[in-house]
């Protein structure tokens, strides 16, 4: 009986997974292209560095900041206008990573700000006192030594994209969260959910054991 | 030649100001090794790091070779910064990278080939000697070869003026010994200008031609190495100076004396005549040493002798002003006439 009711939902759940998988990359890619280089505009332009800039400082900090306080659900409706103006279309996986690309931008370049405060200030002051450029600095000294904090920050950030993309149902995005909404919350079927809660699972736990292993590779310290 | 026009920093916050440096003015010559000593708050690490500007002065000049940096754009600040070199008390090397990455680094700011650059490094880490390391990443190095590194990548594109901001401080005597020769073989053989700053006085010792010393922002005493060390001014300056050169005995055994104890310093070619044996030859008055010491400073003898006098008061008056006309550096400690 529960495996013939499993066995019923394994189209279902494969759809719902691919969907997960779907979103969270999509948004993760976005995240790395948009979140890093605003990671680093947020480190460089403080107090005291080679690129100190307050306007550009305060200003960017704060709109950071107001993203990041919109609530999820909030965010996923609101930017509806948006999502249609770049795709098209306000339903489905591919819309739904528009709001969770948003979401993530702000979050990655935070913690990819963070990461980069760990550095030695006296290392990034001997690449200004050898004579290296911005873009030197940035890219021989400040990236690789927070390498493994960036790492960890992708790994952080593809798990909340995995916690985020279960209210993607919402715009009719689909995966494994949604599901688990859907059968477990909205129809009291307790197998659907205990299973899609099972997938999350290990789909969090590899997710933390990949990045672990890969920041570990890169740390060279 | 660098030149430092008065300068002053001046670190300001919304409740307070802090006087960095105080209106300094220096000029320290081509190929000198030029020591700035001072307690910490001092000023000195400042005065330094003004030097290549990694700290812009709120007002004053910094000429190097006949060029104000302080005029300079970002650009032209880089290209003179390519000529002068730096190195560091915690070494701050790129912990991700290897020892020749390190250094290739310097080179690859001043858009060096790859050639260029893999040349150039093997030739300076084997000046420095550790050409065996090459690949090894900082975390596999000791402190003095850290700093080893850290010389090499300053001297990367052959810069006129090399500072150090206590850069044998983190590392044990020993290795400050090998790192201050180290130093010296680049000045002598490279014509290096070196600026450093320190609170060991040890050091200055062992290798400054000339010392400034610093207190609250101000050099309160400048002079050769020689000079400040046989007749210091200040009283900073004594103190510093009594950290390397001491002279003392013990109180018990002071009290014990009954003679008249007199402290005689003997400066340059003095150290090397027989003034002492001429004395008690001429006046009758026995002379026992307590302590003795000869110190070379820059290669020059300093020589201190405790001694203790006895025999008749008027005898031993006529002996002390004796030592005094021919050296001119005798401290009565203790009279009992």
């Not at chain 1, 550009?56 to 900090?61: F, P």
Request: charged share 20%; aromatic share 6%.
């Amino acid at each position: 009986m529960l495996l013939d009711s499993l066995l019923n939902l394994v189209p279902e759940l494969n759809k719902a997974f691919l969907e997960t998988i779907y979103m969270v990359a999509i948004s993760l890619v976005i995240a790395i292209i948009a979140g890093l280089p605003l990671g680093i505009l947020l480190f460089v332009t403080d107090h005291g560095l080679f690129l100190e800039n307050t306007t550009v400082k305060s200003v960017l900090g704060f709109v950071v900041n107001m993203i990041r306080s919109i609530p999820f659900v909030i965010l996923l409706v609101g930017l509806l206008p948006l999502t249609k103006l770049i795709t098209g279309t306000t339903i489905g996986p591919t819309a739904a990573s528009v709001s969770l690309s948003v979401a993530a931008i702000p979050f990655f370049a935070r913690i990819v700000e963070t990461s980069l405060r760990e550095i030695d200030k006296g290392v990034i002051e001997a690449a200004v006192a050898v004579g290296a450029t911005p873009w030197m600095i940035i890219k021989d000294v400040l990236l690789p030594e927070a390498r493994p904090g960036i790492i960890h920050g992708i790994t952080i950030t593809t798990i909340s994209l995995v916690g985020y993309s279960a209210m993607a149902g919402i715009v009719g995005g689909g995966g494994i969260g949604d599901l688990a909404i859907r059968f477990g919350y909205y129809r009291y079927d307790n197998t659907v959910m205990i299973t899609t809660i099972v997938i999350l699972i290990c789909l969090v736990q590899m997710i933390q054991f990949a990045g672990d292993r890969i920041a570990r590779l890169a740390d060279k310290r | 030649m660098i030149e430092v026009k008065n300068l002053v920093k001046v670190y300001s916050s919304k409740k307070n100001k802090v006087i960095g440096v105080d209106n300094v003015s220096l000029t320290i010559k081509n190929g000198e090794i030029f020591g700035i000593v001072g307690y910490s708050g001092a000023g000195k690490s400042t005065l330094l790091r003004c030097i290549n500007l990694l700290e812009r002065p709120t007002s004053g000049q910094v000429i190097i070779d006949g060029v104000d940096l302080t005029t300079l754009n970002e650009k032209e600040l880089r290209q003179a910064r390519l000529k002068i070199g730096m190195i560091f008390q915690h070494f701050h090397l790129v912990s991700s990278k290897t020892v020749f990455e390190n250094v290739a680094f310097a080179l690859k700011a001043a858009k060096k080939s790859k050639e260029e650059i893999e040349k150039r490094v093997n030739e300076l880490l084997e000046m420095v000697g550790l050409a065996d390391k090459r690949d090894a990443y900082p975390s596999q190095l000791s402190g003095g070869q850290k700093q080893r590194v850290g010389i090499a990548r300053a001297l990367a594109n052959e810069p006129t003026v090399l500072l150090c901001d206590e850069a044998t401080s983190a590392l044990d005597p020993s290795t400050t010994k090998s790192i201050l020769a180290l130093l010296k073989k680049i000045n002598r053989e490279l014509g290096i200008t070196i600026v450093l700053i320190t609170h060991e006085m040890e050091v200055v010792k062992d290798i400054c031609d000339r010392i400034a010393v610093m207190q609250d922002g101000k050099v309160i005493e400048l002079g050769t190495v020689y000079d400040i060390f046989t007749n210091p001014k200040e009283e900073l300056t004594k103190s510093f100076i009594h950290s390397v050169l001491q002279f003392e005995i013990p109180d018990h055994l002071l009290k014990k004396r009954t003679g008249t104890i007199v402290k005689i310093q003997f400066k340059g070619e003095m150290a090397e005549e027989a003034i002492v044996s001429d004395m008690l030859q001429t006046f009758k008055v026995k002379g026992n040493i307590l302590h003795g010491k000869i110190e070379y400073i820059q290669d020059m003898p300093l020589g201190i002798f405790i001694m203790e006098l006895t025999g008749d008061p008027h005898e031993i008056k006529r002996a002390i002003d004796y030592i005094s006309l021919r050296t001119n550096g005798l401290e009565v400690i203790k009279n009992v006439a």
